[in-house]
């Protein structure tokens, strides 16, 4: 079986600000570290909404925690920027690989986990204040979810299959090299231009 040749993101510049931007706005304390601790409290968010079951919630920490773990960010042991990018990197690589093999990837894994605990089951329809509710919950501004939601919506209908917004959010962490999803967010991870 012919694997994908090996993904090495960091030498993508795009990419890189986004990557920076991001571990900037997710370490809101300024410790200079991600820990798990700290995405262990996105299901603590859904959860405090009080519509998901002790079971899916579960599901939730689970999934959100093989996602970052695959990223390098180990259990007692924080990442400081420079490794969340090189573990982002690596994970990349063997995301495009499961997607290239049409397994599910942790990042498919992880927000159908979030879509469900939310309410919003994988064969119904996602709103742009749906999208906030789910940005709110992971940390990131709910304000960024007009635009995100404008990318993936174009027909302009008001609501799409959660899997258009899943696919569009795994090219802008994914596969920097697709201009389509650039400003994404509002352009929140964009960095200063």
Avoid at 55 to 68: G, K
Avoid at 75 to 95: D, N
Avoid at 173 to 185: A, C, I, L, R, V
């Amino acid at each position: 079986m012919e694997q994908t040749a090996k993904v090495d993101l960091t030498k993508n510049k795009r990419w890189v600000t986004q990557m920076e931007t991001y571990f900037d706005s997710a370490d809101s304390k300024k410790t200079g570290h991600l820990s798990l601790e700290m995405f262990d409290k996105w299901a603590d968010n859904i959860r405090d909404l009080g519509k998901a079951t002790a079971e899916e919630i579960q599901e939730v920490r689970v999934t959100i925690r093989d996602f970052f773990i695959a990223a390098g960010i180990l259990p007692g042991k924080p990442a400081t920027k420079k490794g969340f990018i090189e573990g982002m990197s690596r994970l990349a690589h063997h995301e495009l690989e499961k997607k290239r093999l049409g397994e599910p990837t942790l990042h498919e894994k992880s927000s159908n986990a979030i879509y469900d605990a939310l309410g919003i089951k994988s064969d119904d329809v996602v709103t742009v204040d749906d999208v906030k509710v789910f940005m709110k919950c992971v940390d990131m501004d709910p304000e960024g979810a007009v635009q995100y939601f404008a990318m993936a919506d174009k027909e302009k209908k008001g609501k799409l299959p959660r899997d258009d917004l899943i696919k569009l959010e795994f090219q802008f962490w994914f596969e920097p090299e697709d201009e389509s999803t650039k400003g994404m967010y509002g352009g929140t991870y964009e960095g200063a231009e």
